[in-house]
């Protein structure tokens, strides 16, 4: 669909794409997660001890961190990418980190139907924040089965 304003071509689902004309510019957007990863995570090297189920941030250096609803390196960056980790690692080793969907812990440690926050420690909480920024991470779908839906950050003043 072409978008009479800013002349920018909006594809739903590509089957094909075949240009006809030289010289146009083409945008594509996805909703299909990160290169590389097949639409809800990323590996990525931990740049510190990381438990399963931490809440991460990605730094320019290209290392995951353990986030904080209190860091002050989170409440400096405009658009912060964070990742739930789907594994134990150490640092300086690959981990897998997910951006959306569900994941299941092996331990019942969730309340059905409960929201749940990022914590002082890179945990997940089921209590909201007073200080710092507020980040919804999910729900829980059972006591074992979360959805990892990140949600805009806020920051509390």
């Known amino acids: 669909m072409l978008d009479p304003k800013s002349r920018l071509i909006t594809i739903e689902k590509p089957k094909k794409l075949v ?6 510019i083409l945008v594509l957007s996805s909703q299909q997660g990160l290169s590389g990863a097949p639409g809800d995570g990323e ?5 510190e001890d990381v438990s399963y189920g931490d809440i991460l941030y990605f730094k320019a ?3 995951v961190y353990k986030a904080g609803n209190n860091l002050p390196d989170l409440l400096s960056f405009f658009n912060v990418s ?3 980790s789907q594994a134990t690692a150490t640092a300086g080793n690959p981990l897998f980190c997910r951006f959306k969907g569900k994941i299941s812990f092996t331990n019942p440690i969730l309340t059905p139907g409960n929201i749940y926050y990022l914590g002082e420690n ?3 909480t089921d ?3 007073t ?9 829980a779908i059972t006591e074992t089965d979360f959805f990892v839906n990140f949600q805009q950050p806020i920051l509390l003043r």
């Open 19 to 24: 240009l006809q004309e030289e010289n146009k």
């Open 61 to 63: 250096d290209g290392f």
């Open 131 to 139: 200080t710092g920024i507020m980040l919804v991470i999910g729900s």
């Open 82 to 84: 964070f990742f739930m």
């Open 127 to 129: 209590i909201p924040p």
């Open 122 to 124: 890179g945990q997940m």
């Open 43 to 47: 590996t990525f090297i931990s740049a």
